[in-house]
């Protein structure tokens, strides 16, 4: 019976991680006071999927489908996410030193549907 069981968490979890085109740690905030999230680097993490990000602020998780996002704004060291989606913080931003460029290739290789401006 145990066996089974971990044959199944490892399924699950290899195919959890087929879909992934970036995952990078890195820093992450979310919100505004009073309810700001901050996750420092190597806390926080970004993960791009075909069809959503997923960003991990560690005590808070956000998932967005590319379709909820308007636009991305590429800046020196961050990343600033302009969305519509009501569950999500709307001051959304991933700082780091390499992640903006790192990010902006991923979208364009991958030809994801996501504005950059």
């Known amino acids: 019976m145990q066996e089974g069981k971990k044959q199944c968490l490892k399924s699950n979890m290899l195919n959890r991680d087929k879909g ?14 009073p309810k700001l999230v901050t996750a420092k680097w190597p806390l926080g993490k970004v993960v ?3 069809d959503r990000m997923f960003l991990d602020a560690l005590v808070e998780k956000y998932n967005l489908l590319y379709t909820e996002i308007d636009y991305i704004e590429i800046k020196f060291i961050e990343v600033v996410i302009y969305h519509h989606n ?32």
Request: charge should be positive; aromatic fraction near 6%; avoid cysteine.
């Open 48 to 50: 791009l999927f075909k």
């Open 86 to 117: 009501l569950e999500v913080p709307k001051d959304l931003t991933i700082d780091g030193l390499i992640i903006p460029g790192e990010i902006k290739k991923a979208i364009e290789k991958f030809n994801l549907p996501v504005k950059i401006k």
């Open 20 to 33: 992934k085109l970036l995952e990078k740690r890195t820093s992450i905030s979310a919100g505004d006071f």
